[in-house]
């Protein structure tokens, strides 16, 4: 059986950097913690967990239907209008769970991203 120690990163795929990073960095805040391979990969630190979005020719390719990042918020109302107020697109508008709230968003290659906060313990169901 093989041992899995934890999540390296999630990767993103894009087919414009600059355009990417205005998304990434200008709209979401990310921070960049790493840039490699000419600036065709770059990183963003999230916690204990690393995103990267990438540029890296026709084998990886954008798609809404592919794995999804999600990014956990301090102030769930306040990420959505600020959103919304930079006329993000939503591919899910913002929606309650018994244990969260989330929306997805789409970056400007449609790649989803899943804008979340989890309910405090004392208000937290399972989710099913």
């Not at 059986?1 to 805040?29: C, H, Q, S, W």
């Not at 630190?45 to 990886?60: E, F, H, K, M, R």
Request: proline share 6%; hydrophobic share 40%.
């Amino acid at each position: 059986m093989m041992k899995i120690n934890g999540l390296a990163f999630v990767g993103i795929p894009v087919t414009d950097m600059k355009r990417a990073r205005a998304f990434y960095e200008g709209v979401l805040g990310l921070r960049v913690s790493e840039e490699m391979m000419g600036g065709k990969w770059v990183e963003y630190s999230l916690g204990n967990n690393t995103l990267a979005i990438a540029s890296v020719g026709p084998d990886w390719l954008p798609s809404g239907q592919g794995t999804g990042a999600a990014l956990e918020v301090e102030n769930f109302d306040d990420a959505i209008k600020l959103l919304k107020d930079r006329k993000v697109s939503f591919s899910t508008e913002p929606f309650e769970s018994p244990c969260c709230r989330m929306a997805i968003i789409e970056d400007p290659d449609g790649n989803h991203v899943v804008i979340h906060k989890l309910k405090p313990e004392n208000e937290r169901q399972p989710c099913l």
